[in-house]
Every structure is written in C-alpha cells, then in structure tokens.
Nanobody, 121 residues
C-alpha cells in the first residue's frame, strides 16, 4: 500500500501565506516525481508545480514568484509554500506522485485526497 497524505490547507486572507505538506508513505521503491495540482469549483484540475527526482521544477505561470516547492532529505515529503495568495488560488490542492511501489515493476501515479485552500477576506 502507498499513501499520499496532504496537510496544511485552510482559510487565509488575500496576500497571506500557507504551507502545504504531502508525505508519501508505504511500500515505495523509488519516487520519480512529486507535484501539486489544484482544482477550483467548476474548473479542471491543473498543475501547480512539480519536482523530479533530479530536482527539476516546473511551475504554472500563474504561481511563479509566489509559490515554492521543496522536499525533505528523504525525498518522500514535499512542501508547497504559498505566498501572496489571491482569491483565484482558492481550490482543492492535490498531491501527486509518480513512483514505483515495491510490489510491482514499473511506475504508477498516486493521488492524495486533497486539502482545501480558501483565499478570502
């Protein structure tokens, strides 16, 4: 079993900051990629930012300069530091990982259950 567990969502005022965390746990052989996606009401899920095992990052244009992805030394937990939050950042934020579990050959995509971020005054 593999689990991705997000935490850190909540209500914040415009201009404020939040830090999301996502921990991957379970029978994991290797993690190729981890990232954050978000889905606002009535919209499709979109990539916010991702980080490869080599450390390459890919940010959505809408969050560049405001959001920062980082990870722990074990590379099983990723963080999303969100600054200068705007009402349009309101969404459910999902953690995604492309990883190889120990019980099969090859890589698979896993998703967390999501954490709600609401930016409102």
């Amino acid at each position: 079993q593999v689990q991705l567990v997000e935490s850190g969502g909540g209500l914040v005022q415009p201009g404020g900051s939040l830090r999301l965390s996502c921990e991957a746990s379970g029978s994991i052989f290797n993690i190729n990629y981890m990232g954050w996606y978000r889905q606002a009401p009535g919209k499709e899920r979109e990539l916010v930012v991702g980080i490869t095992s080599g450390g390459r990052t890919d940010y959505a244009d809408s969050v560049k300069g405001r959001f920062t992805i980082s990870r722990d030394s074990a590379e099983t937990t990723v963080y999303l530091q969100m600054n200068s939050l705007k009402p349009e950042d309101t969404a459910v934020y999902y953690c995604n990982a492309n990883l190889a579990p120990t019980w099969r050959i090859g890589y698979m995509d896993y998703w967390g259950k999501g954490t709600l971020v609401t930016v409102s005054s």
